[in-house]
């Protein structure tokens, strides 16, 4: 046999072997996300948030001293808008990040992700303008989705 057919044979299983690994990716398109996105504080001490359900729905809730009240369904986001907030919190990084930053406003971002879950707080409101840098395309997308549920 020649020494070219022999590299051959030896190199092919490795090629299939490893050709058939599966991805390192560590998140797919599917992969369940909930929010949930609250500010609060100031002189009344009062917070309000939103929580977006892995199925799109989307309650809302207010709180104080800690204690959450009057949560309530205020709407539905589809499949596509789920699609793209996932993809907003794979290209963010977010989960690489540590927000550990109270004001007399603060808000409050809790991602879950598949297995994955991180908290970040930040002082300010929930505006894009007081978020880190690096989840500002984030917020504001996620702001604009919420916009359509506001509650007075």
């Known amino acids: 046999m020649s020494i070219r057919i ?7 299983p490795l090629v299939v072997i490893l050709g058939c690994c599966p991805c390192n990716q ?10 949930d996105f609250s500010s609060g504080g100031g002189v009344s001490g009062r917070h309000s948030g939103y929580i977006i359900m892995q199925d799109g729905t989307v309650r809302h809730w207010e709180s104080m001293k800690g204690v959450r009240e009057n949560e309530e369904t ?15 919190v794979d290209d963010s990084g ?4 540590v927000l550990e930053g109270e004001g007399n406003m603060t808000t409050r971002l809790t991602v879950i992700r ?11 409101s929930t505006a894009a303008q007081y978020a880190p840098e690096n989840l500002q395309p984030f917020i504001t ?11 007075e």
């Not at 598949?114 to 300010?124: A, F, K, Q, Y």
């Open 114 to 124: 598949g297995e994955r879950s991180i908290t970040h707080s930040w002082s300010g």
């Open 74 to 88: 205020v709407g539905q986001l589809d499949s596509e808008v789920m699609d793209k907030l996932r993809r907003y």
């Open 6 to 12: 022999q590299t051959i044979l030896l190199i092919l």
């Open 26 to 35: 560590t998140q797919t398109s599917n992969t369940p996300l909930s929010i």
């Open 94 to 97: 977010i989960f690489d990040l």
């Open 141 to 151: 997308y996620l702001n604009e989705q919420l916009l359509a549920f506001d509650i």
